[in-house]
């Protein structure tokens, strides 16, 4: 079953830690330095500690299962007339994902991924060309 991502730019993760924790009823499934991820049915939760962020909004995301479900969303969008970008083996939100990344038409920052493990860091690996997703802030610098 896919689940719809809600990235959160907060001020202070641990804080927010505690209140998520106490809102959910669940701890965090992942907690790095500066991130925290929670899931419960049919969403997950990230936590992305950024004070300057201009918008408690980060970007949105929807997880599938596999590589073949991933294509099959980019070409379905693809023909409804969206303008998406394709990336592989990036480091997002300390995992390595393939997604496909778009913009609603307020600009919204939205992503549909299939993660492919953890990783170690939070988004060091960049795709190499100027891109859509060079803007999520998903793959600034993490404080």
Known sequence: MPLLKLSL?????????????????VPPQKQRPGY????????????IENSQAYSSLNHLGIEVADPTELQKQSDRL???????ESHHQVTCCYNIQDKIVFHDPDGASWEIYVNLGDA???GDNRPSTQSLIES?????DSK
Request: charged share 15%.
């Open 9 to 25: 730019n907060v001020s202070n993760v641990n804080e927010s830690v505690k209140f998520y924790q106490n809102l959910l009823a």
């Open 36 to 47: 925290a991820e929670f899931v419960v049915p049919g969403v997950k939760l990230l936590l």
């Open 78 to 84: 693809q023909q409804a007339g969206l303008e998406v």
């Open 120 to 122: 170690s860091e939070f």
């Open 136 to 140: 999520s802030p998903c793959f600034l």
